[in-house]
Each structure stands twice: as C-alpha cells, then as structure tokens.
C-alpha cells in the first residue's frame, strides 16, 4: 500500500510559509533535506524544482543497468539525464512510494521508490543517491538506480 506524499511543489511553498512565520517547528515538509526535495520534485517531474535543489555547478554521476553518466550543470542533470532519458515525458510516475534520509560523516543519503507507467506497463524504480550539500543545494551526487522493474515479477 502507498502514501501520498505531498508534491515537490508543495514542499517549497511550506519551506517558504514556514520561513515567513519564523515557525521553526513547522511542518515535517518543511525540513525536508535537499535529497528528499530531489526525490518529490524527480516524483512530480518537476523540472524547476529540480534545476533549484542543484548548484550550479554540481558534480553529478550516476550509474545505471545499461550506462554510466556523467554531468557539470542542473540543466544537464535535469534536462538531458532525469527528465530527458530516465524518465522521459511519455512515462508516467504514478507514485512516489518510499522515500528515506539518513546523514552519514560530510555526507547525506537519500533513497526512494517510484511507480511508473511506460508505454501501458507498471514499473518499479528504485534510487539510491549520496549527495553533498552547500546551504540548501546539492553540490556533489551519485546515484545507483534498479532500473524499471516490471511489478509482477514479469521479465
């Protein structure tokens, strides 16, 4: 069974209300860690989102089953990678079914679960990344991902 979660949308204008009410406990969402609002934003397809939570520049590398990648800017990373051959505008997230943070020594984690649908097939597609941060944005990622896999247990 999947939660919903509240969009990368709706994460930045809770950060931003609760930075105008000087509320420092205010909702869970507005703590969220940049891995988190990387995770929301890449569920949402929410590609401002993504090019803000990035510095630029950003030492992005990723690995995936079938490629290893390789990127310098937010607009490589977003347009070019995530959103241009990860998830491409045909492939519909349907869910954002887990998302994890932990922090390690100079260092964060973030891992999430995504339900997709690709040309009429359900998928599940799991990243894991490490990321370091400068303020509120991420400076340093790497990033293993499953691959699409076909719930089920199809092949």
């Known amino acids: 069974m999947s939660q919903q979660l509240p969009s990368a949308t709706e994460i930045?204008?809770?950060a931003d209300d609760a930075d105008d009410a000087g509320d420092a406990g205010g909702p869970a969402s507005a703590t969220a860690t940049a891995g988190e609002?990387?995770?929301?934003a890449l569920a949402a397809k929410d590609a401002a989102v993504l090019r803000a939570v990035?510095?630029?520049p950003i030492d992005f590398r990723a690995l995936t089953p079938g490629r290893q990648w390789e990127a310098s800017t937010p607009g490589e990373v977003v347009d070019d990678i995530v959103l241009g051959a990860w998830f491409e505008p045909s492939d519909?997230?349907?869910d954002l079914e887990s998302v994890g943070t932990c922090q390690l020594p100079g260092r964060e984690h973030v891992s999430y679960r995504l339900r997709v649908?690709?040309?009429?097939v359900d998928y599940v597609?799991?990243?894991?990344?490490?990321y370091?941060?400068?303020g509120e944005q991420i400076t340093?990622?790497?990033?293993?991902c499953s691959g699409y896999r076909p719930l089920g247990g199809m092949a």
Do not use: C, K, N
């Open 117 to 120: 649908q690709s040309d009429g």
């Open 132 to 134: 370091d941060t400068a």
């Open 140 to 144: 340093w990622m790497r990033v293993l």
């Open 92 to 94: 519909h997230i349907g």
């Open 54 to 56: 990035l510095a630029d």
């Open 12 to 14: 930045a204008l809770d």
């Open 37 to 40: 609002r990387f995770a929301r």
């Open 125 to 130: 597609v799991e990243q894991q990344a490490y």
